[in-house]
């Protein structure tokens, strides 16, 4: 145990200490912080395209880190022959390839981890759709300002103590950002505490509103001091964050009250802002994104066994683009008994059970059964990568 605790700690400080690490979780929280401004060009809604464009940048993140880390800690050890200082001593290569696997693991949600903060914080900003909305200061001072400061600080140390500058800047950032996220979650935009609700002031309900318990299963509304709830009553709409975003079915049901403009006005901004909201649910697609980025690493470390950095980034860029139109083209063919679609359908991965963009498009809640079963799937499939590279290395000569 300590061997193996001792390579995957050298692995992860080694891979945190690549330039192109840092480099890529920087441009990652850069495009973070430029994503509001960049999505808001839609003829929908633009929120949706925030929230789409910020999963697909973190699993483009993982595929380059889980490329260039896996072939900086194995192939290039290789090549330098520095391999020999650990494989000489009494450590079996499968002990080798499991610590090294472990290191670059830790180095990835690592990176997961910042850049999935500056998403939420991204999705907690959202887009500017009308020129009447002000941007959220919290999250621009708790994000890229927090993040400008520890730059900051990382070059002043880098300066006066001659610190690396950019692993300092990652150091110094992780938790500086793990604060930020904490202390939003706690005040909105107005620098008040939050009470995880969406409200919309409405000067009267609508007079078609026969029962006001139809509201209740959405929204609750709440009638300002010394009115009753009742149709023609001014007050408040709130919505409990908890359930997240108002669906489509909700709205057109909200809407179908009553035509008129002011109503269908007040809705429309309420449905806005409860979809800017990072719901569980995101949150959920965000991790089975981190299992597609797991898996393509342990695929990354097999390769990078036998192959350099460029022919192990092409072949992990091939498998995710199989792996993503498996239930299209492999899944019918071997449904009808074709041999060959059968055996390539068991061993390329199915990203597509990772990739929950449809689901969230449709405002579908993700059970929880469905993120264990996925869970279980991704940790054979990294097992088994992780055993193959293992066999390979065996057979590789390193002397």
């Not at 840092?22 to 003829?43: E, H």
């Not at 595929?63 to 260039?68: G, N």
Request: glycine share 4%; charged share 15%; hydrophobic share 50%.
């Amino acid at each position: 145990m300590n061997k193996l605790f001792a390579i995957s700690s050298n692995t992860f400080l080694q891979t945190v200490r690549q330039p192109i690490y840092a480099i890529l979780v920087l441009a990652t929280l850069g495009s973070f912080v430029l994503a509001p401004s960049l999505t808001g060009w839609t003829l929908d809604d633009d929120n949706k395209l925030l929230r789409d464009l910020g999963l697909s940048t973190l699993l483009m993140q993982g595929l380059f880190l889980a490329a260039f880390s896996a072939s900086a800690v194995v192939n290039l050890e290789i090549e330098q022959k520095t391999v020999l200082t650990t494989v000489s001593k009494p450590v079996t290569r499968g002990l080798f390839i499991l610590g090294k696997a472990l290191g670059v693991f830790a180095a990835v949600i690592l990176a997961f981890y910042l850049s999935t903060i500056a998403y939420v914080m991204s999705l907690r900003h959202g887009v500017l759709q009308m020129a009447s909305e002000t941007s959220d200061m919290t999250v621009i001072a708790f994000g890229p300002g927090v993040c400008l400061l520890m730059l900051i600080a990382a070059a002043i140390l880098n300066y006066l103590f001659d610190w690396k500058f950019l692993p300092t800047a990652i150091g110094l950032i992780a938790p500086a950002l793990t604060v930020s996220i904490i202390v939003l979650s706690v005040i909105d935009r107005d620098w008040k505490l939050s009470r995880y609700e969406t409200v919309q002031h409405i000067d009267k309900l609508p007079d078609e509103l026969i029962a006001i318990e139809k509201l209740n299963h959405i929204v609750e509304f709440v009638p300002d001091e010394g009115f009753k709830p009742l149709p023609g009553s001014p007050g408040r709409l709130v919505r409990s964050n908890f359930k997240g975003p108002i669906t489509d079915e909700e709205r057109a049901t909200l809407r179908s009250i009553t035509d008129e403009f002011r109503w269908n006005q007040a809705i429309d901004w309420l449905v806005a802002e409860t979809r800017k909201i990072a719901t569980p649910d995101i949150l959920k697609a965000a991790f089975l994104v981190l299992l597609a980025v797991l898996v393509l690493s342990s695929i990354a470390l097999a390769c990078s066994t036998r192959f350099s950095t460029v022919p192990t980034l092409l072949i992990c860029i091939v498998i995710l683009c199989a792996g993503m139109i498996t239930d299209y083209y492999l899944q019918p063919l071997a449904t009808e008994g074709v041999t060959w679609a059968k055996i390539a359908n068991a061993a390329i991965p199915n990203f597509q059970f990772m990739w929950l963009i449809d689901a969230l498009t449709d405002d579908r809640v993700i059970p929880w059964k469905y993120v264990i079963t996925t869970t279980c799937y991704a940790v054979l499939y990294i097992s088994a990568a992780l055993a193959l590279a293992a066999a390979l290395f065996e057979t590789r000569e390193v002397g």
